[in-house]
Nanobody
């Protein structure tokens, strides 16, 4: 069973930065891909970024490309999302997710709030 625990959210002014971390444990073969999603109030959950554990291949949503960077520390079983040049529209609950392949995210963290004030 894969377990995911997010940390690092909070409140920041527009233009600022935040760093989200996701600690993963269990089910190694079931978490070949780690990703981040977000859900703004009144909106559907949307994909933000993903990375593979072993190859480090990354994917970014167009809305965050050039501003967000995803990375992983295999030794610490942690995935990090560095968020720069934050905008109010980046506000939402950010979820860490894991799965065997991109697009097959079967495991989810509890989510962490990110609020960007204008």
């Amino acid at each position: 069973q894969v377990q995911l625990v997010e940390s690092g959210g909070g409140l920041v002014q527009a233009g600022g930065s935040l760093r989200l971390s996701c600690a993963a444990s269990g089910g190694t073969l079931s978490r070949n891909v780690l990703g981040w999603f977000r859900q703004a109030p009144g909106k559907e959950r949307e994909f933000v970024s993903s990375i593979t554990w072993y190859g480090g291949s990354t994917i970014y949503a167009r809305s965050v490309k050039e501003r967000f960077t995803i990375s992983r520390d295999n030794a610490k079983n942690t995935v990090v999302l560095e968020m720069n040049s934050l905008k109010p529209e980046d506000t939402g609950v950010y979820y860490c997710a894991a799965g065997p392949e991109v697009g097959q995210f079967a495991y989810w963290g509890q989510g962490i709030q990110v609020t960007v004030s204008s």
